[in-house]
T-cell receptor
Framework: DVKVTQSSRYLVKRTGEKVFLECVQD?????MFWYRQDPGLGLRLIYF???????EKGDIPEGYSVSREKKERFSLILESASTNQTSMYLC??????????????FGAGSRLTVL | AQTVTQSQPEMSVQEAETVTLSCTYD???????LFWYKQPPSRQMILVIR??????QNATENRFSVNFQKAAKSFSLKISDSQLGDTAMYFC???????????FGTGTRLTIIP
């Protein structure tokens, strides 16, 4: 089974701190995604990456950056955390469409609280 | 841009009953995919069922089936013989063919009552 592992299940940070959320997948997927999940808003795409060192903005990239130095790892960075970034963050991956498998596999999520 | 609308924030049914979750979407594309994902309490999101828009036949996975109405842009999920383990948030999602972005609805919280 494909596994997507998020390094931290729960984090508590203070306003202004730099926050790293790490995500690792073990099935050689090209595409990786970071979503934010908030009640009543569903999942909103922050950033995604379709290859090493490649990234594209999603719907809500403001206040976030990402890094993909290796194929299996996709990091979400909050340069200066703010209280409105308190949320559940979900990482996901999937292979490229040409392989016929177009289903996202999600990690367990990282619940971030910014005080 | 694609949009996905789930108009039922919460639903509850008795165990063993059948329940239908609604989803409508808006797209100008002809080739796209539709999905239902399930997020059980404190557990990770998993795929329930998917549908390719070019297929007229409704997708079915055991107790889960969809009613795909392409002209109406409707994609409802029917759960038959509901079980306690079906209690979860359910998200409808769509993705344009060749596009990496998956657009989600706001979710429906389904509770199965014993």
């Amino acid at each position: 089974d494909v596994k997507v592992t998020q390094s931290s299940r729960y984090l508590v940070k203070r306003t202004g701190e730099k926050v790293f959320l790490e995500c690792v997948q073990d099935m050689d997927h090209e595409n990786m995604f970071w979503y934010r999940q908030d009640p009543g808003l569903g999942l909103r795409l922050i950033y995604f990456s379709y290859d090493v060192k490649m990234k594209e903005k999603g719907d809500i990239p403001e206040g976030y950056s990402v890094s993909r130095e290796k194929k299996e790892r996709f990091s979400l960075i909050l340069e200066s955390a703010s209280t409105n970034q308190t949320s559940m963050y979900l990482c996901a991956s999937r292979p490229t469409e040409r392989l016929g498998a177009n289903v996202l596999t999600f990690g367990a999520g990282s619940r971030l609280t910014v005080l | 841009a694609q949009t996905v609308t789930q108009s039922q924030p919460e639903m509850s049914v008795q165990e063993a009953e059948t329940v239908t979750l609604s989803c409508t979407y808006d797209t100008s594309e002809n080739n796209y995919y539709l999905f239902w994902y399930k997020q059980p309490p404190s557990r990770q999101m998993i795929l329930v069922i998917r549908q390719e828009a070019y297929k007229q036949q409704n997708a079915t996975e055991n107790r889960f089936s969809v009613n795909f109405q392409k002209a109406a842009k409707s994609f409802s999920l029917k759960i038959s013989d509901s079980q306690l383990g079906d209690t979860a948030m359910y998200f409808c999602a769509s993705r344009r063919f060749g596009n990496e972005k998956l657009t989600f609805g706001t979710g429906t919280r389904l509770t199965i009552i014993p």
